[in-house]
């Protein structure tokens, strides 16, 4: 059974750098069948899709965050990262790292499973 | 970017009802491109139902889905007491995948 699990800081400084890692076991990331991904829920609100890639590296963006935002793997050690850049009140937020699933025309679709996600906060 | 819209926000039900939850599109996500998650507290969301209409493993069948273009619906057929909860849909039309603001459903 896939599994993930973020790790990285609980609170983070304002116009600091986050940044997150999300361990996949159960399962290689190496998968051509998958694309892994980075969503983002603000207490309270709706869920917001962060960033994905592919194990061959290419990368997608949520063009809102794009400018800030970094996501990253490493096949070796079945992990991808995320970075984001400048933080403010406003990417406090609880993080999730998702297993993206390929459509059968090869597009991105669904999430599954999410990992059980971290809380951000941003403050001084 | 697709926005969804979700409505209600809030359903008050009693268990063994029928519920129906609506997702409506901005622009056409045609048939195949819509997911549903339910999400407890403290959670992360969990895959219901894909491409519309079909199940995610080990999901019960009192849950289904329907719908196409731009309206889309979940349904619960009787509720049971670990149903309520707050439901998402999604869009993955675009390679920018979007979330509706959600339905909590909650205990009349």
């Known amino acids: 059974q896939l599994q993930l699990q973020e790790s990285g800081p609980r609170l983070v400084r304002p116009s600091e750098t986050l940044s997150l890692t999300c361990t996949v076991s159960g399962g290689s990331i190496s998968s051509s069948n998958y694309y892994w991904g980075w969503i983002r829920q603000p207490p309270g609100k709706r869920l917001e899709w962060v960033a994905s890639?592919?194990?061959?590296?290419?990368?997608y963006y949520n063009p809102s965050l794009k400018s800030r935002t970094t996501i990253s793997v490493e096949t070796s050690k079945n992990q991808f990262s995320l970075k984001v850049n400048s933080m403010t009140a406003a990417d406090t937020a609880f993080y999730y790292c998702?297993?993206?699933?390929?459509?059968?025309?090869?597009?991105?679709?669904?999430?599954?499973?999410w990992g059980q996600g971290t809380l951000v906060t941003v403050s001084s | 970017e697709i926005v969804l819209t979700q409505s209600p926000g809030t359903l008050s039900l009693s268990p063994g009802e029928r519920a129906t939850l609506s997702c409506r599109a901005s622009?056409?996500?045609?048939?195949?491109?819509l997911a549903w998650f339910q999400q407890k507290p403290g959670q992360a969301p969990r895959l219901l139902m894909y491409?519309?209409?079909r199940r995610a493993a080990g999901i019960p069948d009192r849950f289904s889905g329907s719908g196409s273009g731009t309206h889309f619906n979940l349904t619960i057929s009787r509720l049971e007491p670990e149903d309520f909860a707050v439901y998402y849909c999604q869009q993955y039309v675009s390679s920018h995948g979007t979330f509706g603001q959600g339905t909590k459903v909650e205990i009349k």
């Open positions: 622009q056409s996500v045609g048939s195949d491109y």
């Open positions: 890639i592919y194990y061959s590296g290419t990368t």
């Open positions: 998702a297993r993206g699933i390929l459509t059968v025309s090869r597009s991105f679709g669904w999430f599954d499973p």
């Open positions: 491409a519309a209409s």
